[in-house]
């Protein structure tokens, strides 16, 4: 079983940054790749950043590409999204996931590839 929690959402004005923390637990000898997804009101929900632990490669969505960084403190069992350039299309609930199944390419931005999900924690960005 593997329990993650998500915080750092919050409300702020386009331009804006934020950094969203998802504190993940289980087996420490089971290495999981953690991604972040988004759900906008009437929207699919869409992959936006993973990261693949060993080599710790990372993918993103076009859509955040250079806005946004996903990063890991192993230490801390701690995966973080740094999002800078905030528009209102950003304006989603942010869930994180982790898999242990899938191969370290960009089809970790899928959803299907994960086995765990977090709460969410809602990012609202206003203009």
């Known amino acids: 079983q593997v329990q993650l929690v998500e915080s750092g959402g919050g409300s702020v004005q386009a331009g804006g940054s934020l950094r969203l923390s998802c504190a993940h637990s289980?087996?420490?000898?089971?290495?999981?790749?953690i991604g972040w997804f988004r759900q906008a009101p009437g929207k699919e929900r869409e992959g936006v950043a993973a990261?693949?632990?060993?080599?710790?490669?990372?993918y993103y969505a076009d859509s955040v590409k250079g806005r946004f960084t996903i990063s890991q403190d192993n230490a801390k069992n701690t995966v973080y999204l740094q999002m800078n350039s905030l528009n209102p299309e950003d304006t989603a609930m942010y869930y994180c996931?982790?898999?242990?199944?899938?191969?370290?390419?960009?089809?970790?931005?899928?959803?299907?590839?994960?086995?765990?999900w977090g709460k969410g924690t809602l990012v609202t960005i206003s203009s």
């Open positions: 289980g087996n420490p000898y089971a290495r999981k790749y």
């Open positions: 996931a982790a898999g242990f199944y899938a191969v370290a390419d960009p089809s970790l931005l899928r959803g299907s590839n994960y086995n765990y």
């Open positions: 990261i693949y632990p060993g080599d710790s490669s990372t």
